[in-house]
């Protein structure tokens, strides 16, 4: 599966931007999709998760609130709304996808394959 973030960018704090996670390869909808982040000498962290058929999301508790997670298996794609950012949401985000499902979905072993980042700057 190779998938591909986008929707990265400068914003200014209180606002809204929305990232999508294109993927390709293998049915998108047999796979679980989760959002992780890295911020400028910080390790990656866990953002989000969304089950294979949308059913079931799960958020940091950073995040939770401001930020939704939701896809589109007809389009094989999947995004991250993310509204009230604030300075310490900069950070390049990662979309990654597993296929075994489980409660693990915070580390990032959990996932199988993983997009290139897409840089999230929230200026003040």
């Known amino acids: ?8 960018g400068l914003v200014q704090a209180g606002g809204p931007l929305r990232l999508s ?3 390709s390869g293998r049915t998108f909808s047999t796979l679980g999709m989760g959002w992780f982040r890295q911020a400028p000498g910080k390790a990656r962290e866990f953002v989000a998760r969304i ?3 949308g059913g079931s999301t799960y958020y940091a508790d950073s995040v939770k609130g401001r930020f939704t997670i939701s896809r589109d298996n007809t389009k094989n794609a ?3 709304q993310m509204s009230s950012l604030k300075p310490e949401d900069t950070a390049v985000y990662y979309c990654a996808a597993d296929q075994y499902g ?3 979905y915070r580390r990032e072993s959990f996932y199988d394959y993983w997009g290139q980042g897409t840089l ?3 200026s003040s």
Not at 1 to 8: F, I
């Open 120 to 122: 999230v700057t929230v």
């Open 78 to 80: 999947g995004h991250l």
């Open 21 to 23: 996670c294109a993927a």
């Open 102 to 104: 489980g409660s693990n």
């Open 51 to 53: 089950s294979w058929n």
């Open 1 to 8: 599966v190779q998938l591909q973030a986008s929707g990265g």
